[in-house]
């Protein structure tokens, strides 16, 4: 049997070090789209190539190896408000969208009280999962009708609609959650971020099961005309 040595790969081992790996959490975008959505998140970082593989997973290559490790320390990146699953590329690795545990997502708390804007809202949306950051119109408080956050939260954890806690004179408040985007997978399709009476495809195979064959008797025109 054939067998390999170290020299046989180590050219392309070194090719793909500065490499990052990623892909759409619940969605598989046309490359194009993906390509321009890359390139304008990491323009700054000396982008060589992307390149893509069937199953929605596309690799980044830097220039140096500073500009990949800037970019995996740059931060949380969704598309559509989805996650951007993001992970330095390793020689062994399989290129598959692996089981996910933990995604960033961004959550809307609606009639949040305003002396709760501060120092309090990192706790109150830790009630649904690990604060990430406020956005920006949240942090200038520019936009009162609620406070936008990014969070942390397991793919199987409960997704309350509304949250109470007890604000400085222990009284009770509840206010409602709206998320952007939801990590629940689609049992039609295996997807993430919607369910069976969302699914694209589910939906597709019901229009196409609408469409009937109907046969219709050819008529010769001629045969017609010397019958009259």
């Known amino acids: 049997m054939l067998q390999l040595d170290q020299e046989d790969v180590a050219e392309e081992i070194e090719y793909w070090q500065q490499a990052v790996v990623c892909f759409i959490l619940g969605a598989n975008p046309p490359w ?4 321009g959505f890359i390139r304008r998140i990491w323009t ?12 929605g997973i596309f690799l980044v290559r830097f220039k140096t190896m500073e500009m990949k490790e800037k970019v995996l320390a740059s931060g949380h990146y969704l598309f559509d408000n989805k996650p951007m699953i993001m992970k330095a590329w390793e020689r062994d690795m399989e290129m598959t969208k692996e089981d996910v545990k933990c ?17 309090g809202l990192p706790k109150i949306a830790g009630i649904v999962g690990k604060h990430v950051k406020n956005d ?5 408080r520019t936009r009162l009708g609620f406070a936008r956050v990014m969070v942390e939260m397991l793919v199987d954890q409960e997704l309350p609609a509304k949250i109470a806690f007890k604000d400085e004179h222990g009284i009770v408040n509840q206010i ?16 993430m ?3 069976q009476e969302q699914c694209r495809k589910d939906k597709l195979v019901k229009v196409k099961t609408l ?9 010769n025109n001629d045969k017609l005309k010397k019958a009259i």
């Open 103 to 119: 995604v960033h997502a961004w959550i809307r708390l609606h009639r949040l009280p305003l002396k709760l804007w501060g120092k």
């Open 211 to 219: 469409v009937k064959n109907v046969w219709r008797p050819v008529v």
């Open 44 to 55: 700054r970082f000396n982008i060589e190539k992307i390149s893509f593989l069937p199953n």
């Open 176 to 191: 409602e959650v709206e998320y952007e985007w939801k990590p629940i997978k689609c049992m039609k399709c295996q997807g």
């Open 32 to 35: 194009e789209i993906v390509e």
């Open 193 to 195: 971020g919607h369910d």
């Open 136 to 140: 920006t119109a949240t942090e200038e």
